[in-house]
């Protein structure tokens, strides 16, 4: 389920941002990405995200720069230094070139000068995890919000795919009773010319066309359309277990369309495999 949720600060001791976005997905992807002074925080926001949402590709920036100057030093590699003074200087001499080594010369070398950053205290950490929480409490609002719009379309879709159970059984009953009738006139004319046992042949006529019967699968897509709708007022997170049962509707409308001996009902039955993928593709973005 998509949504977004930010949070910021600005004291004497910390400036940093936080945002959260998340999109669509069947499972839990979180991205994380820390300014370099956070880089040891990054299990602890991954283990937040995780413990706040089920599902969705979560991406989460942290940028924060610590004002404290005890936080991070600057200290030169003393190896390193040395070694560039006494290069430049014998280049100096067997090329004679002029002037002097500057300290700019020193200073602009890569890793000549390094950054080194203290431990995050307990209070830094703190700060920075509430931030992060406060972005999510934003983001669980949106989701929310847009959950509260996505349940109605799925108890729309719901309802279609109960109604259209409801005229397949009729139609399915109407044609049973049309197509026993019909065969057995049929078999009638032929039983008396071939002087066959009429019992007999009524017996095999019925088994025919239960053979074409769909009472036990429009009773199951019942049953799944009633619990799909346990779930969704259940106050747990619910989109895997109602992904599958959109596949049993689709197994279930599947095994009816074999069965469609007529027109009309084959009809019933695309209209009824078009809701259930709409259901389908909206319990996508359930979490």
């Known amino acids: 389920m998509t949504g977004y949720g930010s949070s ?39 283990a937040l995200v995780e413990s706040r949402l089920d599902r969705g590709r979560v991406d989460v920036v942290v940028q924060a720069s610590f004002r404290d100057p005890d936080a991070e030093t600057v200290s030169p590699d003393a190896t390193l230094v040395t070694s560039l003074v ?18 700019s010369d020193v200073a602009r070398f890569p890793g000549a000068l390094e950054v080194v950053e203290h431990e995050i205290n307990e209070g830094r950490r703190r ?37 259209a159970a409801v005229r397949i059984e009729s139609l399915s009953a109407t044609g049973k009773a049309q ?17 066959m046992d009429e019992g007999r042949i009524h017996a095999e ?17 019942r049953s799944h359309v009633t619990q799909a709708r346990q779930l969704m007022g259940a106050e747990v997170p619910a ?32 209209a009824l495999k078009g809701e259930i993928e709409k259901f389908r593709e909206q319990v996508q973005n359930v979490e």
């Open 179 to 195: 197509r026993r009738e019909a065969l057995l006139e049929k078999v009638r004319g032929l039983a008396s010319e071939a002087g």
């Open 127 to 163: 700060e920075v995890l509430e931030l992060v929480s406060a972005a999510l409490d934003q983001l669980e609002a949106m989701r929310r919000s847009e959950g509260d719009h996505l349940a109605e379309h799925l108890a729309r879709c719901l309802e279609q795919i109960e109604s």
């Open 239 to 270: 989109g895997k277990r109602l992904d599958f049962l959109a596949q049993e509707l689709m197994r279930e409308a599947n095994t009816v369309g074999s069965k469609s001996a007529s027109a009309p009902l084959t009809h019933e039955v695309v």
């Open 86 to 103: 006494r290069s430049l200087r014998q280049l100096k001499q067997e090329h004679e070139l002029a002037g002097e080594v500057a300290i």
């Open 8 to 46: 910021n600060v600005e004291n004497d001791s910390l400036q940093a941002n936080v945002s959260v976005r998340s999109l669509n997905h069947r499972h839990l992807d979180v991205s994380v990405h820390l300014s370099r002074s956070l880089q040891a925080l990054e299990r602890e926001v991954r």
């Open 205 to 221: 006529v019925v088994r025919l066309v239960d053979r074409s019967d769909v009472s036990e699968e429009v009773e199951r897509l």
